[in-house]
């Protein structure tokens, strides 16, 4: 197979299964395969095995993740009043929580797959490394607040934030009016948040 060739279906089958993963959580090699018309060797032939591919998108979706609080937390202009600065984080991860439910559900519920991706996550989000201090940085500077730890404890409330779509999604399944797609459910669980944040 050509290089270009193959790089081309090494990429589509990583988009693809990265889409598949976000819409719905747990798939198989097959619909892997189906999806991307090809057999199921060529997925094991580009990735090794469909866990490895499975740990590469989940890296793929905490490193947006990563760059989507970094791009926000540094756009918040200086002295922001603490309750904004927040609104706007727990808006952006909530959306993000909504957009990748399916990804969620693999790291938090998936069992051969949430040890793996349990560690990728603290080692992204709760790490001493240089995106937590950038973030603990740039937080300090929009909201004035100085204590370390009450920024840290707040840093981890608001990502705890992010286990709640999961269960959200669960009961979206069952009554469509108490999920993660409710707009006015939405703003009244940020409400909330803010309330116990600030």
């Known amino acids: 197979m050509p290089e270009k060739r193959s790089s081309d279906v090494k990429n589509r ?9 976000k819409a719905r959580g747990n798939v198989t090699i097959k619909d892997i395969a189906e999806a991307c018309y090809i057999n199921i060797a060529a997925v094991n032939y580009h990735f090794g095995s469909k866990d490895e591919l499975l740990n590469r998108v989940m890296e ?10 970094q791009d926000n937390i540094a756009a918040l202009p200086k002295n922001t009043p603490p309750e904004n600065a927040l609104r706007i984080m727990l808006d952006f991860t909530y959306d993000f ?15 051969r797959h949430k040890d793996n991706a349990g560690m ?23 909201t004035g607040i100085q204590d370390e730890e009450t920024l840290r404890a707040k840093y981890l409330l608001l ?16 009554d469509e009016h108490a999920g993660l797609k409710n707009p006015a459910f939405k703003g009244k669980y940020i409400n909330e948040l803010i309330k116990i944040l600030v």
């Open 120 to 142: 990728m996550v603290l080692d992204a989000f709760f790490s001493d490394t240089p995106f937590t201090h950038n973030v603990f940085q740039k937080l300090a500077e929009s």
């Open 159 to 174: 990502f705890s934030s992010f286990a709640i779509p999961l269960f959200l999604q669960i009961l979206d399944n069952r």
């Open 60 to 69: 793929s979706v905490i490193d947006e993740l990563k760059s989507l609080v």
């Open 97 to 111: 929580a909504v957009e990748n439910v399916g990804v969620i559900t693999q790291i938090f519920l998936e069992p």
């Open 13 to 21: 089958i990583f988009e693809t299964t990265k889409a598949l993963v």
